[in-house]
């Protein structure tokens, strides 16, 4: 992590054109909230219900709240938010319609501008690692490591135990 660029953090908001009519049904939202913190291996997904610059807001509340409460210890101060939906992006230029002033998403915004310094960013969605599969990502941050045991075997010379009979199955 750069000090000067801050913690980069992914975030998107997903609405799939064919949600699972079954799902919807039950009343399980049919779109996904993500962010990802890849530095410290963090990648969240949870389902909601929105627009996909209501759910983009949604990660991005989502991921402060997170790195406000839970990553309290690491002492966060600079966050530079990559997304890759170009309205979301552009609604921190002025006065737009997803940011007036006085309403509930700028008082929250307001609220968490008070404890961090915040860039937003459009990224390209093959590059947003908010995206990645979780199967893809790591487990441990960059810092962390676990030492594996290297003298389990000795391979200086090869063991090789014999064939035993299992049990009768007949």
Not at 59 to 88: W, Y
Not at 151 to 162: A, G, K, T, V, Y
């Amino acid at each position: 992590m750069k000090a000067a660029d801050g913690v980069k953090c992914f975030i998107v908001g997903i609405k799939p054109d064919n949600a699972d009519p079954v799902l919807r049904a039950y009343g399980v939202g049919s779109g996904l909230i993500v962010f990802a913190i890849p530095e410290l291996g963090i990648l969240f997904r949870c389902r909601a219900e929105g627009e996909p610059v209501d759910l983009e807001f949604g990660a991005m509340f989502a991921l402060l709240k997170f790195i406000k409460s839970k990553l309290a210890d690491h002492k966060i101060k600079k966050l530079h938010l990559f997304s890759s939906n170009p309205e979301f992006v552009f609604s921190f230029t002025g006065n737009t319609r997803h940011l007036r002033p006085g309403t509930e998403r700028m008082k929250m915004l307001a609220e968490f501008n008070r404890h961090f310094q915040m860039a937003v960013s459009f990224i390209d969605a093959i590059k947003n690692q908010a995206l990645v599969s979780p199967a893809d990502y790591p487990s441990l941050p960059k810092s962390r490591s676990i030492k594996l045991p290297t003298d389990i075997f000795d391979s200086s010379e090869p063991r090789f135990e014999p064939l035993r009979k299992g049990p009768k199955l007949s």
